[in-house]
């Protein structure tokens, strides 16, 4: 198995991942095997990079684990895909602001000391981002898409607190 030790978490980072595994159960109930699919490898996603965030030892080498982040963000592609063949035009500006982010963490993990030079154009890339979902949570919520919005607000205090650390990022602010 694999070393969790590492991992410190509180209480809220567990009751995030929890209310995000019960957001695709019930995606898989009520809406498109799209839909599920997006939540479910999102999910899975989000706690390999939670787990690589923390240095936990897992059972595959540095090299698997970025070839199956790669097969994850090619799903999540397909997805998008699928979004663009339907003219969910509100999934698609979502997805490609999801993408931005992605971007950004890939890059803090492939490329530490590239990003260390641009801190501050990291910084600003991560911070637009996170306005940018929270402007599309906003109008799902204001369109009457309870179950979209609340899906969004969720997975960016996901991000936002396990694996962005937003208080970290907006204390960078002061020091950039």
């Not at 969790?4 to 159960?25: G, M």
């Not at 936990?56 to 063949?85: C, D, K, N, Q």
């Not at 501050?120 to 109008?139: E, K, Q, S």
Request: net charge negative; charged share 15%.
């Amino acid at each position: 198995m694999f070393n969790t030790s590492a991992i410190q978490y509180p209480k809220f980072k567990l009751a995030i991942l929890a209310l995000l595994a019960l957001n695709a159960v019930i995606y898989g109930f009520t809406d498109t095997l799209t839909s599920f699919t997006d939540a479910l490898v999102w999910l899975v996603l989000l706690v390999i990079y939670e787990l690589e965030a923390n240095n936990v030892e897992l059972p595959l080498g540095e090299t698997a684990m970025r070839h199956l982040r790669s097969s994850l963000i090619v799903v999540i592609g397909l997805v998008f895909g699928s979004y663009w063949r339907d003219n969910e035009w509100l999934d698609i500006a979502n997805s490609a602001l999801w993408f931005g982010l992605i971007a950004i963490l890939e890059t803090e993990v492939r490329w530490p000391d590239y990003v260390r030079r641009h801190e501050r154009l990291f910084w600003l890339a991560t911070i637009a981002t996170f306005a940018g979902l929270l402007a599309m949570a906003g109008i799902w919520l204001a369109r009457g898409a309870w179950l979209d919005g609340y899906d969004a607000l969720l997975w960016i205090v996901a991000f936002g607190f396990i694996e962005v650390d937003i208080f970290h990022l907006l204390k960078r602010k002061h020091a950039v």
